[in-house]
């Protein structure tokens, strides 16, 4: 402590002599210090004495450089974003190339066998050709670019977790678009125009998945055959989270002032859409089939051969250091990155996918791969 206050006294006196303050002023202010380091030292009087009295109280206003001014910077964590975990109900395949490429669908078995009289001869039967169903993918880029000052300058590190956010970025963009091939308004029109086994208005019950339930229980092929169709997943919207909580978790019927069992409590698996749009009460909610066990692929996404994920890439830079003009000595490392012009440094986030195109197609399924595996509600009427 008295090292600092020797200090202080010393700072006192070169800064009173700079603004040229007398000799006796100067002396003055080193009284002072000398009497607050005798005052804390308890030396020759007591601290508690009556009829001394301090002239000047150093604050730290008198130090405005020196202890004045105060700086930390730190970088707050990002928000944590929420996932759409879409790869449970949407089938994956793989393109070759950006061309489009062909599946074609079985949708129908052969024909019943009929009777026959004695010596009739039977008639002969026929195979339901196949549907073709085309999908090709399409590159999705962002590019980003940075100062090289700024890269230097970045004491904080807010961009040492660049390359994550990038990733994070191409995910929610693929999410979005998995969102829209169930949400949009073509997919949208398609089953309701298939009528009450594949749509309806009602918000979001216990009552309203048993309805959903028996529609795919009642699932059939071209020819009118039953088909396995079960009802797997429940993509809401994020307001109906704690709805399908007390659905999943009531043992009887939450919606009834009676005994009926909630039989379908375990029977599904909810999967929250953070991008799903609608305004409550009024909020939508999808049933999908489960693509492995039924054999039927509501929603389709491609990705190109080689490309199973995004990739950053960075312009390679054109500086190249040198020790002299004319040749000699040898190249120089350069700790550059950036282009010779500017110093800027270009980044790429690169993804491809795509998913299932109807071109010419008059039933407009929209992204629908196959909308026997799908059912939709509005959720407007209560």
Do not use: C
């Not at 603004?19 to 030396?43: H, K, P, W």
């Not at 216990?206 to 039953?226: E, K």
């Amino acid at each position: 402590m008295r090292t600092i206050l020797s200090l202080m006294k010393g700072y006192r006196q070169a800064e009173l002599e700079t603004y040229g303050a007398s000799n006796e002023r100067i002396a003055q202010a080193g009284d002072m210090f000398e009497f607050v380091d005798q005052e804390l030292s308890f030396f020759n009087r007591s601290p508690t004495a009556t009829g001394n009295k301090m002239e000047e109280v150093m604050t730290s206003a008198d130090f405005t450089y020196a202890i004045g001014t105060f700086v930390q910077r730190r970088m707050e964590p990002a928000y944590n974003e929420k996932r759409f975990e879409f790869e449970q109900f949407v089938s994956m395949d793989t393109t070759p190339n950006y061309l489009a490429v062909q599946r074609y669908q079985r949708k129908a078995a052969l024909d019943d066998l009929e009777w026959t009289g004695e010596k009739d001869e039977a008639r002969p039967g026929s195979y339901v050709d196949a549907t073709p169903r085309s999908f090709q993918v399409e590159d999705w880029q962002k590019q980003f670019d940075f100062s090289f000052h700024a890269l230097v300058n970045d004491d904080l590190g807010y961009f040492d977790d660049a390359a994550t956010e990038m990733g994070i970025s191409a995910r929610r963009t693929l999410e979005k678009f998995v969102s829209r091939m169930l949400t949009n308004a073509t997919s949208i029109a398609r089953l309701v125009a298939l009528g009450a086994l594949y749509s309806t208005t009602g918000r979001l019950t216990s009552a309203r998945v048993s309805t959903a339930r028996m529609g795919f229980n009642q699932r059939t092929d071209t020819r009118a055959n039953p088909i396995n169709a079960t009802l797997r997943y429940i993509i809401h919207h994020p307001g109906l989270v704690d709805t399908v909580r007390v659905i999943r978790a009531s043992q009887l019927v939450p919606e009834l002032a009676t005994n009926a069992a909630n039989v379908i409590a375990g029977d599904f698996v909810p999967v929250e859409d953070p991008y799903m749009a609608g305004t409550a009460p009024n909020l939508p909610w999808y049933a999908l089939s489960d693509y492995r066990r039924d054999n039927i692929k509501p929603l389709m996404l491609a990705r190109r051969q080689g490309m199973a994920q995004p990739v950053i890439v960075r312009k390679a830079s054109d500086v190249q250091g040198f020790s002299s003009l004319s040749g000699g000595g040898g190249s120089v490392n350069v700790p550059f990155i950036g282009d010779f012009a500017t110093n800027n440094v270009v980044v790429k986030v690169w993804d491809t996918w795509g998913t299932y195109i109807d071109p010419g197609d008059n039933t407009h399924n929209g992204n629908l791969y196959d909308f026997r595996g799908a059912y939709y509600s509005s959720g407007t009427a209560p």
